[in-house]
């Protein structure tokens, strides 16, 4: 007990001196769960994940053909607006940059946001170069493991912090949707669900952008 609490200050000090603790974050080794309303069922013969709006053909792909996109693993430091840090977290998945990159998904000009849209109408909104950023990624499994049905089961938007990359602009961990179910490609910013409710629409964590007003 003693040592494990000695050893969670050793750890939290570390981060601080390595420069990974944004302003008014503590560490915290679990992994709380955080979103509103009920927790939706997963029908993979139903499922299908589409891409619209801003976009040379839109897509719309079966939980099947999802699973055979090209996956990419990524550790990051994950950072919660109600204060939470939880650091060196692994994340796998699909990385919308990828699917540019294959022509899969082609981004009008005009594309300048997107917004990611969830189970029963939830959204969240990024602009488009945080999407394509190496930070935000189409995430399917966590810790090795597929993600669990309260951290977004079978698929989430997550954004994080790159430990050797502090020059990669970073959003709260609110800004990537759980039960992930399309992107749509805006010409405009529009304001995602807890935007609307309040929180700030950049959401830096080094700015401590947590709420608009
Ligand atoms: N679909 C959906 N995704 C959501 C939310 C939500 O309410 N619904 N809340 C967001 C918020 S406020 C946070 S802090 C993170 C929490 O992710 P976690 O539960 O995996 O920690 O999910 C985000 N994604
Ligand atoms: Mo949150």
Known sequence: MFESIQKRKQD?????EEG???PGQSYTQRFP?????????????????????????????????????????????IHCVTRWSKFDTLWEGVSVRTLVELGMVKPLPSAKYVLQHAEYGFTANLPLEIVLAENFLLATHYDGVPLSPDHGHPL?????????????????????AKWLRGLEFLPEDKLGFWEEAG???????WKEQRFAR
Do not use: S
């Open 12 to 16: 939290e000090q570390r981060f601080i």
């Open 33 to 77: 769960v955080l979103h509103y309303g009920p927790v939706p069922h997963f029908d993979p013969a139903k499922w299908d994940f589409k891409v619209w709006g801003e976009v040379e053909i839109p897509l719309n792909l079966t939980w099947e053909q999802f699973n055979e996109l090209p996956r990419t693993q990524l550790k990051m430091d």
């Open 156 to 176: 989430r938007g997550v954004v994080g912090a790159i430990p050797d990359k502090p020059e990669v602009k970073t959003p709260y961990l609110w800004k990537g």
């Open 199 to 205: 929180y700030h629409n950049e959401a830096d964590i």
């Open 20 to 22: 990974r603790m944004p």
